[in-house]
């Protein structure tokens, strides 16, 4: 689906700025957040149609990774207190993410965004370098058999 989505919706704001309608060029240069509305916009009654739909797939995006990470902490916590740390990440959770739809400030959710992936990268690190460790001594072992 992300495929044909920014295949066909890319590929149309690419040629509408090739053909020289610069509204929404203009739209982008001014908040780029407004781009994929002012482009659904210039589509007429189907627009509508596809900024509905935009804003209830990404409603379906955020409840689908704020459930995942619900999961990974159920499962990570400790059994007897699952449903107790359970209920205390997703309210905070919850209350996080409010705040910053409230707060709107989009350089603050980017920073936020940044800070959460920072451990992963990390992990990824020590997981490339574990990976590496394993490729060694499989290819050691491999050559004492020959």
Known sequence: MSLVWFSVLGGSAIGMDSAGHTVLVNAVNEDYTRGVFVFFAQL???GNVLAWL???LLIVFVATSADSALLVIRQLCDTLEKKRSLLVW???MTAI???LVIIADEKLNRNIAVLGALPFAFIFIWQIAGFIKALTQDLLQDSERL
Do not use: D, K
């Open 44 to 46: 007429g009654s189907m």
């Open 54 to 56: 935009s804003f209830i």
């Open 90 to 92: 997703s309210i905070t």
């Open 97 to 99: 993410s409010l705040g």
